[in-house]
């Protein structure tokens, strides 16, 4: 059996450290007009420190062509319904349709 370990374990600190009425404060324009008050909180992709929970706001997304282009790649499943698909099954319908026709006439 393994012994109790004495020490206790050491890893990342989850818990709040220092004065929370001290912390800085999110500062975004409320509907009242007045600065919000609520701490502000880190981002944990990029670990800024930026705004409350509230008013961080959402992405608005790739702007560059760049960044557009590889967020189509992404979301890109398999492209049964892509124009260049959608073109390939019309020229197709439009093939077996001539052919039924010329067979009609033949008979
Ligand atoms: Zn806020």
């Known amino acids: 059996m393994k012994p109790v370990p004495v020490k206790p ?15 800085p404060r999110c500062g975004a324009k409320t509907r009242r007009g007045t600065p919000c008050q609520r701490a502000k909180e880190r981002n944990p992709h ?4 930026k705004k409350c929970r509230l008013h ?25 319904r892509s124009k260049a698909a959608k073109e390939a099954r019309r020229v197709l319908r439009e093939k077996l349709a001539a052919l039924k026709a010329k067979t009609k006439e033949e008979q």
Do not use: C, M, V
Request: hydrophobic share 25%.
């Open 9 to 23: 374990k050491r890893g990342i600190f989850r818990g709040r450290r220092g004065e929370p009425s001290k912390a």
């Open 46 to 49: 990029t670990g800024h420190l």
């Open 56 to 80: 961080g706001g959402l992405s608005s997304g790739p702007k560059t062509a760049e960044g557009r282009a590889r967020i189509a790649a992404a979301n890109w499943r398999h492209g049964k």
